[in-house]
């Protein structure tokens, strides 16, 4: 089983709607839990990063942990053209110092 | 700029011959990652340095391949006897790190190898 797993659509949205992303993960001892966001022949970019359980919540976008499910999700309220992009959930790999990510979910915001 | 660079954007070769590539972090950032990602997947990790030591690497990277980070600063990844299977996007990531657990990567815009 692969530590994170991540759906990769596309998922195609309207602009304004609410999006939710999600990834699930196997391993129970996980604390760290971020989401990096990569456009089109870029580099993935840091989002957000949460700590444990709960929700973190930085303009548009909310990031939400459920330990007891080993559920990630990322939430994008009023959803702008300029979000498409893929969205990597990631987590520190068990037992070594690096990240291990999701394959990414691509979104797709139309105007 | 002061983000990380990674130099080529682009490398075309053969199948068979070999190519460096060349990553510069964030100045003061003391780790120094290699991450491999294909169309459709995230990154995979490959390797990464604290400050000269390299410190981990992955399966991934056969004898084909070899990393340095001489002087703590810079990093280059060589591929030797390119395979069509080397063709990827190579992700150099940095990042300030004082504990264990690597958290807040900073990524370049990567390497795209075509391997013919």
């Known amino acids: 089983q692969k530590e994170v797993e991540q759906d990769p659509g596309p998922l195609s949205v309207p602009e304004g709607a609410i999006v939710s992303l999600n990834c699930t993960y196997s391993?129970?001892?996980?604390?760290?839990f971020m989401w990096y966001r990569q456009y089109s022949r870029k580099g993935p970019e840091l989002l957000m990063y949460?700590?444990?359980?709960g929700n973190k919540e930085d303009g548009r976008f909310t990031a939400q942990v459920d330990k007891s499910s080993k559920y990630i999700s990322l939430f994008i309220r009023d959803s702008q053209p300029s979000d498409s992009a893929t969205y990597l959930c990631?987590?520190?790999?068990?037992?070594?110092?690096?990240?291990?990510f999701g394959k990414g979910t691509m979104l797709l915001v139309s105007p | 700029d002061t983000g990380v660079s990674q130099d080529p954007r682009h490398k075309i070769t053969k199948r068979g011959q070999n190519v460096t590539f060349r990553c510069d972090p964030i100045?003061?950032?003391?780790?120094l990652y290699w991450y491999r990602q294909t169309l459709g997947q995230g990154p995979e990790f490959l390797t990464y340095?604290?400050?000269?030591?390299?410190?981990?690497k992955s399966r991934l990277l056969s004898d084909r391949f070899s990393a340095e980070r001489p002087k703590g600063s810079f990093s280059t990844l060589e591929i030797q006897r390119t395979e069509q299977g080397d063709s990827a996007m190579y992700l150099c990531?940095?990042?300030?790190?004082?504990?264990?657990?690597?958290?807040?990567?900073?990524f370049g815009s990567g390497t795209q190898l075509s391997v013919l």
């Open positions: 990531a940095s990042s300030l790190e004082r504990g264990q657990i690597s958290e807040k990567l900073f």
């Open positions: 391993n129970s001892a996980f604390q760290y």
């Open positions: 949460t700590y444990s359980s």
């Open positions: 990631a987590t520190p790999r068990s037992g070594y110092s690096t990240l291990t």
């Open positions: 100045s003061e950032h003391n780790r």
């Open positions: 340095f604290q400050n000269e030591a390299q410190l981990e």
